[in-house]
């Protein structure tokens, strides 16, 4: 339910919409998908037609290979961030995005990428989402790898399954409380 629960904040922030009750400030979204293609767009497209709306302009979308581990790679991110006056950028997903030169296990490898995103952010003035994969006990707390992952974000937030209900938790935040949750269902719909 990751994705679907990206898609939900990508629209939130692009309409200015409440997220988990929350005001959320309206911003251009970058979404950089760089795992089922097809599939996000489709998904996408679905959400605009159940929601009754476009995004048009308000996200933009990059399905070229992105490599966080390279300094050339941030700086195409920051210029299509720059052109575009993104407010948000999202990575799907930090293992596709180290492209085999970076290991999510190394505490070195993980603190260059959070110094790259940090620098993409700088970079921008956008803030920058990274999904990342849960390790393989769905109900542990830690996601999977280097433990600078959580140490060194601002927030993580764990989406799970549990029942055949998805949820979602904040398990860490700078600066704001940890444990606000919520659910959401995933709903079949047909599109052709």
């Not at 048009?56 to 195409?76: C, T, Y």
């Not at 799907?92 to 993980?110: F, P, R, V, Y």
């Not at 940890?178 to 959401?184: A, D, E, V």
Request: hydrophobic content about 40%; proline content about 3%.
């Amino acid at each position: 339910g990751k994705t679907f629960a990206l898609i939900n904040i990508l629209f939130c922030v692009a309409l200015g919409l409440p997220w988990a009750g929350r005001v959320v400030e309206r911003g251009n979204v970058l979404y950089v998908c760089l795992e089922g293609h097809t599939g996000f767009k489709v998904r996408v497209r679905v959400a605009e037609v159940e929601r009754g709306v476009s995004l048009g302009d308000r996200a933009q979308f990059v399905d070229w290979p992105v490599n966080l581990m390279r300094l050339e790679h941030i700086h195409a991110l920051a210029k299509v961030a720059r052109k575009y006056r993104i407010k948000l950028i999202i990575i799907d997903t930090l293992s596709a995005s180290i492209a085999g030169e970076g290991d999510d296990s190394s505490n070195k490898d993980m603190a260059r990428l959070i110094h790259h995103a940090s620098l993409l952010a700088r970079m921008t003035g956008a803030t920058v989402l990274i999904t990342h994969h849960t390790g393989r006990d769905p109900n542990a707390s830690m996601e999977r790898g280097a433990s600078t992952l959580r140490a060194n974000v601002d927030t993580s937030v764990k989406v799970a399954k549990l029942d055949n209900q998805h949820h979602w938790e904040v398990v860490k935040s700078r600066d704001g409380p940890p444990g606000i949750c919520g659910k959401f269902e995933l709903v079949p719909y047909e599109y052709s």
